[in-house]
């Protein structure tokens, strides 16, 4: 079993800019494939960013393409998303996950392990 623990969301102003970090429990963190997912209210989970386990390999909705940044510590067993230039557009509940799959994997149901999430409000 791999925790999960989210932090660094909160209210900010459009063209603000938040560090969201997850720390993880698992022994073997880089041996999982962790990714950012979103979830606005009425609306279905979504993609936000992927990074493979030794870090190199980065993959991005394009929505977030060129304003946030995945990136991963495996000595530390933390992965951190870096949002700039945020949008009203990207409020929304923020999660990690990690995922032992091989392709498919912007796919939520790729991912075995969760946090609890992590709220960022953007104000207009």
């Known amino acids: 079993q791999v925790q999960l623990v989210e932090s660094g969301g909160g209210l900010v102003q459009a063209g603000g800019s938040l560090r969201l970090s997850c720390a993880s429990s698992s022994r073997a963190f880089n041996k999982y494939h962790m990714g950012w997912f979103r979830q606005a209210p009425g609306k279905e989970r979504e993609f936000v960013a992927g990074?493979?386990?030794?870090?190199?390999?980065?993959n991005y909705a394009d929505s977030v393409k060129g304003r946030f940044t995945i990136s991963r510590d495996n000595a530390g067993n933390a992965v951190y998303l870096q949002m700039n230039t945020l949008k009203p557009e990207d409020t929304a509940v923020y999660y990690c996950?990690?995922?032992?799959?091989?392709?498919?994997?912007?796919?939520?149901?790729?991912?075995?392990?969760w946090g609890q999430g992590t709220q960022v409000t953007v104000s207009s």
């Open positions: 996950a990690a995922s032992t799959a091989l392709f498919a994997l912007v796919r939520a149901t790729s991912y075995k392990f």
């Open positions: 990074v493979g386990g030794n870090g190199a390999n980065t």
